[in-house]
């Protein structure tokens, strides 16, 4: 099996020497190669470049350990004085089996990531050019051809302008971090292989790729097995192995879309006795009953999540009226539901379509957006000049206020900005949402929205329950009154929110479209008092702020603003953070938050953010790291998606040495953390 590799390399130097003498042109290559860089930057920071690789139609270029045949990719570097470049970083592989021989390929455009630092006294100014001989083997299942081309880039010193927007998508296809040592052990011709993967992620299709060459037999069965959070796979190792390994470092593959972990394993004790991987996938289906009673339960929770609040003063004056008729409080209930579920499945929906075109989203993924947030803003503004009297919705209809229209448009709204609060039950469900089945999954989205609408619903259909409401009266206006004061606040925690996502520009700008959103629907409400028609002054004046504002947000270049420092010293999450603080064998407290994340915001002011915590952190050398997930972020993406968690919050601790990591609760305590410290 070997034999065929040897014959390769050999021919592979003899084609280099043939090469060299006469380049290829570039048009007659089998993997079209580029090198891109990413953007500028300071003297002594580190850019990075992509080595972008294209293969034609039926070829195929090698991971960096190509499996039982073919060859790796070589790369020789020329650059600048004071320049120096780190080690690649590839995509996850796929498997190709040819003959028995198992290759480790990617048959579809990939995109091989370099660090690059740049040298400290590096003199700001033009860019630099960056040069790499690269080698690589393209092959289709038939036969091989040995390429090679010098690449080289521009490299700018000097300040960060916007960075290549490709390096995202690239960036999505690399392995996640695992974040906690995995550990292996030999039993004959037998590798154990344990790593500490949540029972909660499914795996569909796994492989393990082993970096190091001839340390596994490739073409073997690969057997995976659980036990509670770790997972065991069983390795062979191939009749004539190179040496006994002292580690076993290589990706997890987690399934077939091409998510995976990064795994480093040392020598250690590995249990034999776990539950084969189709009773764990078996016992997953099974638990869809509680998945499905956990997502309700926590749509029903949403009801009393702050951020959901303002939403429930529309609702109260809804079902206030409501009481008039039977028949009318059923139609709103109904309508209302229907507007719940249809705003959560439609989320839902979309999100499961963007992680399955390789987008790194998750749940309240469009909180994550400038221009959301913006319209959200204009939103609650016109709700609550609405409610102080200012104007009254012309619409027929749609959103008159007691009318079934008005009730489904309600619910919308109430999902809508519901998603933020991912509450306690919640988070194994939505978690379960983005790895299961595509119908599991839209089930799942569905009884969060029932969840979401139960209360209203149930009002709508007890009797006894409709009776216990005020009846309707004058007091209603006062009601009003008195709720428009959450929305306006909810209107200022937007504004706020607009500018810690968009920055200074962009806020100043969403500020001007709300005065003359005001503006306008105070002369509407002026024309409705005179007894004239609102209509035409609406439709045209809410255009010309609307979309005059969009496209001058637009040309706004929105950046998030700068994080300030809390009580608690934190550094900001990374790959390379948490394999540096782990490395250290200190303990490690890793929280994930959001500016749009109410509950992530009351566990760091209750919980997080306190002396007691900081001092007994400083004691016990706990090192603290902080992802900010307020914008999309893939890294932290990809981090949540391997801890089998939808979005924020996640803390994760992890303890002194090599010990497994454990997430905790979504409902923080200071007085939790301290003792975690001790």
Known sequence: MRCYRVVVAVLWQLCVLMLTAAPAQAAAMHIQAELVAESAGQPGETVWLALRMRPGQGWHG??????????????????????????????????????????HVYEHEYAVLVPLTLSADAAPGGGRTVRVDAQWLACTDKICVPEQARLETAVTVGPRGAPDPRFDTWRRHLPAPLGAQAQFARSGNIIRLGIPLPASLELEDPHVFATEDRLVAYAAPQRFSRKGDLLIVELERPKLAAKEPARLAGVLRLNAAGDGVVFDAAPGTVPSNGEPLAGAAQATTASLPWLLLLALAGGLLLNVMPCVFPILSLKALSLARSGESATHARREGLAYTAGVVLACAALGALLLALRAAGEEVGW?????????????????????????????????????????????????????VATP????????????????????????????GVGLALPFLAIAFVP?????????????????????VPM???????????????????????????????????????????????????LAGLAVTVIGGAVALSMIDARPAAATQGILPAKPFSEAALAQARAAGKPVFAYFTADWCLTCKVNEQVAIEREEVRDAFAKAGVIVLRGDWTRRDPAITRYLTAQSAAGVPLYVWYPAGKGLPRQLPQVLTAQGLVELSR
């Open 488 to 538: 306006a606040l909810t209107a200022l925690a937007l504004l706020w929110l607009t500018f810690r996502i968009g920055g200074a520009d962009f806020v100043r700008m969403a500020a001007v479209m709300a005065a003359g959103v005001l503006a306008v629907l105070a002369e509407i409400g002026r024309r409705q008092r005179l007894g004239h028609s609102a209509l035409s002054t609406a």
């Open 464 to 484: 006894a329950l409709r009776r216990a409401l005020p009846k309707p009266g004058a007091w209603m206006a006062k009601f009003k009154l008195v709720m428009a």
């Open 62 to 103: 090698y991971w960096s350990n190509p499996g039982d045949a073919g060859l790796g990719m070589t790369l020789d570097w020329t650059l600048p004085a004071g320049m120096k470049a780190g080690e690649p970083l590839y995509p996850v592989p796929e498997t190709l089996l040819i003959s028995g021989l198992m290759n």
């Open 421 to 448: 609060c991912t509450g306690p039950f919640m988070a194994a469900a939505m978690g379960a949402a983005l790895l299961l089945p595509v119908p599991a999954a839209m089930a799942l989205f569905v009884a969060l």
């Open 364 to 416: 309240a993924f469009q909180l994550q957006e400038p221009g959301v947030v913006a319209a959200l803003l204009l939103l609650a503004v016109a709700i609550t000049a609405n409610m102080l009297g200012l104007f009254e919705f012309a619409v027929p209809g749609f959103a008159t206020e007691g009318s079934p229209q008005g009730a489904f448009a309600t619910g919308l709204l109430a999902a809508f």
